[in-house]
Every structure is written in C-alpha cells, then in structure tokens.
C-alpha cells in the first residue's frame, strides 16, 4: 500500500526529531500540500528544517541515511521530497547579504542530497513557510525566521525570470517545458500581486491575465498536474517564445 502524505510528514518527522535532538529548532512543510492543490504522484512535499547551527559533514552523513531509509521504505516517495536544512543564523546572514559564508543541506527532486553554501537563491523557500507557517515539529516558522522584505523576495524573482531562458534554451522534455511555463507564471504572478502562488493557482492568474497564452499554459498545468504531457512537434518553440516574452515582462515591467 502506497504511503499517504500524512503518514510520510510522520515518519519523517520522527526520524529527523530522533537523529537531530535539539538541533532540530522547526520543520514545517509548505508548497502545494498546504496550498489544497497537492497532485499524488506528481506534487513534491516541500519542507523547511531550521536548526541550531549550521550543518556540516556529519550531519549531511546523518541526514542522508534519513531520507535513504524512508525512501526504501516508500519507494514511491523518492525523489518527491524537497528540504532545505539551514541554520536560523544562516537564514539572517543571506537576509542581511552580510558577505559571510554559511553551509545548508537540500534534498530536492532530480539531485542527491548536499552541503551547498545558503544563498538568495533559496529565499522564496523560507518566506513560503513562514507565510504559510504550518509546523510539523518543533516551533512555527513565524517564530523563529525573520521576516523577509518583499523589496528582498522581488529582488530574487527578477533574477530567476532574467536567468529562465538561459536554463530553459533547447529544453526537448516536454515535463520540463511545462514546469518552465508554470514557473514564469509563477514569476509574474508574484510580480504583479505580491502573493505567491502553487504551480496550478499561478496556471489560473495566467490564463486571466495573460489570455493569448490561455491554451499554452492550459497545456503546462494539464502536463503537470494530471500528467497529461501530449506535445506537438512546435512546442518548444511556443514554450521558448513563452519563456522569452515573460521574462523580458518581468524585467521591464518590474526590474
């Protein structure tokens, strides 16, 4: 029997509170699942662990056997859990663009988890989770992070829109072509109303306001969500010239 997403939040919880005691300050999950639009088999658990102090080697080594043992025991969650595991004193230096280096440990769909160094470019992570403030251990998120400027969040959505055509150039899958529609329209989403939005409610604003790209990203959410990914052999090309006239908007218009 398939492992719901209540009980993997459970087993996952008990067995990050298990091996990291006290370190383990907040794990609250944010995304889709609090959202009310979580898809089974396709949405990722996305989830924040704040801790104690920065994470180093061992605790990668420890946290690895974690995420190894709750994947083989429900194999069908593999490579559908996201975390960042970060310090709340790293969290406040990249706020605070301090200059000084702090490490974190990710998991997330399509790369092992690992040590990186905390950067902007997580940002939207943290502030989702505090603005959804939904704990599995530990204290709410709202307790323990600061709050996190929109001028700061804006900054980092610029950048990400400026970045996508240069990530996304020659892209043939067409699963990534759809999640590159759903994230420009996440992007101009934010943009343009402050909020942030899942995958299909940014899909929705999208078709409203951005009517003459209505099929395409009718498309992307029904790749993405139903996983109903029928192409024609032009899509890259509506995707691409998508990609490129959203991210020219959002400098534009925004920047």
Known sequence: MATSPEALLRRLGVSLRDELGEQL???????????????PGRSDLDLLALLADDPDGRTLARLSA?????????????????????????????LAQDGSEHPMVRIS??????????????VLNWR???????????????????????????????????????WFEG????EFQAYAVLTMCR??????????????AAAVWGQEFMPEWGGLIRWADDCWSRNDCVTTPDRLSDVTEFVQTTSRLAIEKHG
């Open 171 to 174: 892209a043939s899958d067409p």
């Open 187 to 200: 992007a101009l989403a934010f943009l343009s109303t402050g909020r942030q939005r899942s995958k299909h």
């Open 66 to 94: 974690v995420h190894a043992a709750i994947s083989a025991a429900s194999p069908e969650w593999d490579n559908h859990v996201e975390v960042d595991y970060i310090s709340i004193d790293a969290v406040a230096s990249v």
């Open 128 to 166: 989702a989770a505090r603005e959804h403030n939904h704990p599995i251990l530990g204290r709410p998120p709202r307790e323990v992070l600061p709050p996190i400027p929109d001028d700061l969040v804006r900054k980092v959505v610029i950048e990400h829109a400026r970045q996508w055509p240069a």
């Open 109 to 122: 769909p399509g790369e092992p988890i690992h040590l990186l160094q905390a950067n902007l470019h997580y």
């Open 25 to 39: 300050l907040s794990l609250s999950v944010h995304g889709s699942w609090v959202a009310g639009d979580f898809v």
